[in-house]
């Protein structure tokens, strides 16, 4: 039904009386009642839907499952080079979660990375990077405005599906940590994150975090691999002991992995009205439990759905 149709049936209602005014007033309420978000991504087109880069897909290997990566090299290009140059090198391969600290972060990395006698060399991966914690706007980099405001930035909104903010007063934009966004830990220094250990964020979104610590990408699928751990004992969530620490089998990049090993996935384009319609169906929630909509929406709420590519 197009808009027009749905004025008409309202105003049928209004002027309708006695028993057949209820039945064009619940026909009306019906036709115009906002869709959920299942109901948008079942309407969706294939267009609306992008495949993930493999240059750009790490798959994480643990015994209990995988985790599908992607990376961000239009915002921290120097950290996913790095991290491509790690991963071919098999630099994670048997290294390990070494801290879970509960409602904020999972970190894996080098147990030993502080002892130079054990440490693993990172090859022809480089230690320090300059810091990638914001970047210029530009025209060709995609950005979906959200309606509503935010805490932290000016705007908010999307850029290829991941959480990002800007300034367009200073011209810069910088990606947000929200849940799922994995970041470069790094010391005081601010050339000092490799991208050799890294963190994924598992519980409230730490916006605080945001430009003082370069993002490269964000987990689609696998997050409960990562934030079911048990949680460390120690100082920030580190485990006390070698055996508490989860081991990585490896991590691949997917264009180096054979096409049937591969987990074939699809993200929701977030440069789409799909999206836009999306985005509009958690604002306003119309879902028969939801009493109350809430008329707003922060960065950090918005779901980008992924799903398996479908059968031909």
């Known amino acids: 039904m197009n808009p027009l149709s749905r004025t008409s049936a309202a105003i049928r209602c209004a002027l309708a009386v006695g028993a057949l005014s209820l ?16 109901q948008v991504l079942e309407a969706s087109k294939p267009s609306d839907w992008r495949p993930l880069d493999p240059e750009n897909t790490l798959y994480l290997d643990l015994a209990a499952g995988r985790v599908v990566i992607e ?3 239009a915002y921290a290009p120097l950290h996913a080079q790095n991290i491509r140059t790690m991963v071919r090198e098999h630099y994670f391969d048997g290294l390990a979660i070494l801290r879970v600290q509960d ?3 999972t970190q894996w990395g080098d147990p030993n990375a502080e002892d130079k006698d054990k440490a693993r060399t990172l090859g022809k991966a480089s230690k320090t990077l300059a810091p990638e914690f914001e970047r210029a706007i530009a025209k060709d980099l995609p950005f979906t405005k959200l309606p509503d405001g935010d805490v932290y930035a000016p705007e908010v909104g999307f850029s290829d599906g991941l959480p990002v903010a800007r300034d367009a007063k200073a011209g810069k934009t910088w990606l947000a940590h929200c849940y799922g966004m994995v970041g470069a830990g790094r010391d005081a220094g601010v050339d000092s994150g490799s991208g050799a250990e890294l963190y994924v964020v598992i519980g409230h979104a730490p916006r605080q975090l945001d430009r003082n610590i370069a993002l490269v990408g964000r987990v689609v699928q696998g997050m409960e691999w990562l934030s079911a751990l048990p949680r460390g004992s120690g100082p920030l969530g580190f485990y006390e002991k070698p055996e508490q620490r989860t081991s990585i089998k490896s991590v691949r990049l997917a264009a180096d992995v054979p096409e049937s090993e591969r987990t074939p996935l699809q993200v929701l384009r977030t440069d789409t009205s799909t999206f836009t319609a999306l985005v509009e169906s958690r604002r306003n929630r119309r879902d028969d439990w939801y009493k109350v909509p809430a008329g707003k929406i922060d960065l950090c709420s918005v779901p980008v759905p992924v799903r398996a590519v479908p059968a031909n």
């Open 23 to 38: 039945a064009l007033c619940a026909t009306a309420r019906a036709e115009t009642k906002p869709p959920t978000m299942q």
């Open 103 to 105: 409602g904020f972060v």
């Open 71 to 73: 990376l961000a090299p």
